[in-house]
């Protein structure tokens, strides 16, 4: 069965800085049954592949010149799976101990800061803590650090622009035990 792919080029809206997410799942929420979708993009997105298979969308990515990438997402046949929870969140952060780390990502370009992030993730003990500073809210890390049973605490500082995020290394586990 052919595909009818419609097209969402948020190569703009990356170049300009912006986070192009909500545009990406009104497209997707927008599409009839049977239709795909052909995303344009500065990058190779890999978060989204997750996030777009648990919506039952299989997916098929190349570059195509330039650092561009095209990704064609198509319904796939099986019933969509169900979206993950999210971690459980404690009531107050300030009970967790200081932060081991602390990152400054804000001058890069996703997908960097969330791979810097789940690498450092990597690199922790049970129970520290990581602090991150970012450009934007981290839409794809969240589920990222859900699944690998961290827990987090995050919101803009009050300059509007530096987005802060504590990560507690394996702390949806300690808060379900």
């Known amino acids: 069965m052919a595909v009818d792919f419609v097209d969402v080029d948020v190569r703009p809206t990356l170049r300009g800085g912006g986070e ?29 592949f997750h996030v777009l298979g648990s919506k039952g969308f299989t997916h098929e990515a190349r570059e195509i010149g330039e650092g561009d990438w095209e990704v ?7 019933a969509p799976a169900a979206a ?6 404690p009531a107050d952060a300030s009970a967790w101990p200081a932060p081991a780390r602390a990152m400054d990502n804000r001058d890069l370009d996703p997908p960097e800061p969330m791979v810097r992030i789940l690498a450092a993730t990597e690199q922790m003990q049970a129970g520290e803590v990581l602090e991150a500073l970012l450009c934007r809210e981290p839409m794809f890390l969240l589920p990222e650090l859900a699944k690998r049973g961290h827990a987090w605490r995050g919101a803009f500082e009050s300059d509007g622009t530096t987005y802060k995020i504590l990560v507690r290394i394996d702390g949806a586990r300690e808060a379900a035990a």
């Open 20 to 48: 192009p997410f909500g545009e990406i799942m009104a497209a997707v929420n927008a599409l009839a049954p049977g239709q795909g979708l052909r995303l344009l993009a500065t990058f190779k997105p890999v978060p989204l």
């Open 72 to 78: 064609l997402f198509s319904p796939a046949d099986a």
């Open 84 to 89: 993950e929870a999210p971690a459980p969140q």
